[in-house]
């Protein structure tokens, strides 16, 4: 606490030295009006972007003490931003003195205060001089200024970013300051300075780029092996899932109207958006040569509606192009929290599929360039072949060896595609086939490969059976596989000790 030093023949203290708490600045609304952050950071965002403020954008500066002011004292109040800048000059009518309006410096109406305004050449602050030509009490709501809607821009860098903050402070001195640009520190005889938030930013719109829950695999069991993806897949396969959500309880405004919630369908404008751009990149493996996509609102990529479409994607893929990012545009509206599904469609007669993984960025189009929504961007569905899976009936793992056995299994690339072979123990209770691991390496078709007991632990870890059977699944990504199991004393010939396989 102390005291507020106003030292001026035409000024009276109502309680001549009494001590005064500091000044404050009130927004009308707590906290400062939100806006969605959406609304800035477009492609035309520019240092003239301004919101929509107005009525409830008022912000009230309290005295920290009632004092008396004697008629004609002019009284000095300098408002500086930070986050922003005044975009132009106030004029007298967006200020009143003490509860009543300004009027001009010359005006002559009684009981009416005067208020002169000028900005600074930085716009960072305004110098506001108030006289009254009676005696009049000011505490609080000493000033209070009502902004008119774009009364203030540079907002673009401050709120462009959820949780962005625009502030305001006031100085109150009985004398002009000799500057007030924004290297000059503020004064007051009211300090500390009264400071407030008057604007805020969050974002109103969630972005969300999922891996689509499907099992679609490219078929080699088809007529052509790898030529058509498995049942269920309607001829493509869904490698994305995309969509855009408002945000839960959002109360963030669109920039053009500080009243109304900003939303997919009703963006700064009012206006609906414009749909959006996703641009597909392989980063394992390639497109299809033939193929081309679409988008569509049905995780199986036919059960929903194809969106209209243009750009790169809707263009068959050839040898060239295949490692190629890959763009579709749509101009369909975005609905709030609808997926939309990247779908890819089977290679053309006489070419294969192999596995593919790529990644996703999509933009969305608000309503105006001036806007910006989150990019939903990530990995998609890891596409791979259907293969072949075998649960070995019966398998002794290396600890046999201590009685005088080795173990052996055998695997037999049956099929026609050149692939990695996997291994994992299935445990004899539960039968769940634990973590896999890859045992051989590009097997390549109809050739077969003897593993002793103990190369196929180096891989998997000891196995868990001791000296009992236990299983083993071996899985490949070929159309076809046989595997066998053996074993075999210190003297004799290998005997096959397979039990049987489960395809």
């Not at 301004?50 to 003490?65: D, K």
């Not at 200020?95 to 009981?111: D, I, Y």
Request: aromatic letters at 6%.
């Amino acid at each position: 606490m102390k005291k507020l030093n106003l030292v001026c023949a035409s000024i009276v203290l109502a309680f001549g030295s009494s001590v005064a708490s500091a000044g404050t600045l009130t927004p009308t609304v707590v906290g400062g009006l939100l806006f969605a952050s959406e609304n800035f950071g477009g492609a035309t965002s520019v240092a003239g972007d301004t919101v929509a403020l107005g009525a409830n954008a008022a912000v009230t500066y309290n005295l920290g003490t009632s004092n008396i002011v004697n008629p004609g004292t002019v009284l000095s109040f300098t408002y500086r931003l930070t986050g922003a800048k005044f975009a132009t000059t106030p004029v007298f009518g967006q200020f009143a003195f003490a509860g009543t309006g300004c009027e001009t410096w010359a005006g002559g109406t009684a009981n009416t205060p005067k208020c002169r305004i000028t900005k600074s050449a930085d716009s960072s602050t305004i110098l506001v001089e108030v006289k009254h030509p009676d005696t009049v009490q000011i505490g609080l709501g000493a000033l209070v200024y009502t902004p008119i809607a774009a009364a203030m821009d540079n907002l673009s860098s401050t709120l462009a970013t959820p949780s962005g903050v625009v502030s305001m402070s006031v100085g109150f001195t009985m004398a002009n300051p000799p500057s007030y640009e924004a290297t000059v520190a503020q004064s007051t005889v009211d300090s500390p300075l009264a400071t407030g938030t008057i604007i805020t930013s969050a974002a109103a719109i969630a972005a969300a780029a999922a891996v689509p829950t499907t099992s679609v695999k490219i078929d080699l069991t088809a007529t052509i092996p790898a030529s058509a993806y498995t049942t269920g897949s309607n001829g493509k396969v869904a490698l994305h899932s995309v969509k855009w959500t408002n945000v839960t309880n959002s109360a963030a405004k669109q920039s053009g109207n500080n009243a109304t919630t900003y939303t997919a369908v009703l963006n700064a404008d009012n206006a609906t958006n414009g749909g959006a751009t996703y641009t597909v990149t392989p980063t394992v493996g390639s497109f299809p040569v033939g193929s081309t996509m679409v988008l569509n609102s049905a995780v199986d990529c036919a059960g929903g509606t194809d969106i209209v479409t243009s750009g790169s994607g809707t263009v068959a893929v050839t040898a060239a192009t295949a490692s190629t990012a890959k763009v579709l545009t749509t101009t369909v509206a975005l609905a709030s929290g609808t997926s939309t599904f990247v779908c890819l469609g089977a290679p053309s007669t006489g070419n294969k599929a192999v596995p593919l993984t790529t990644t996703v960025s999509a933009v969305a189009k608000p309503s105006d360039t001036k806007q910006l929504w989150a990019t939903a961007s990530g990995t998609g569905y890891a596409l791979t072949y259907n293969g072949s899976t075998i649960d070995l009936g019966a398998y002794w793992g290396a600890a046999v060896s201590a009685a005088g056995y080795s173990s052996y299994v055998r695997v037999i690339n049956t099929g026609s595609v050149v692939a990695d072979v996997s291994m994992a123990y299935i445990d004899n209770t539960t039968g769940v086939a634990g973590t896999a691991a890859v045992v051989i390496s590009n097997l390549a078709a109809g050739a077969s490969i003897m593993l002793k007991a103990s190369e196929i632990e180096a891989k998997l870890g000891a196995q868990p059976f001791g000296y009992s059977a236990g299983r083993l699944r071996i899985t490949a990504p070929t159309n076809a596989l046989r595997t066998q199991a053996f074993l075999q004393t210190a003297t004799g010939a290998p005997q096959e000790v397979s039990a049987g396989q489960i395809n």
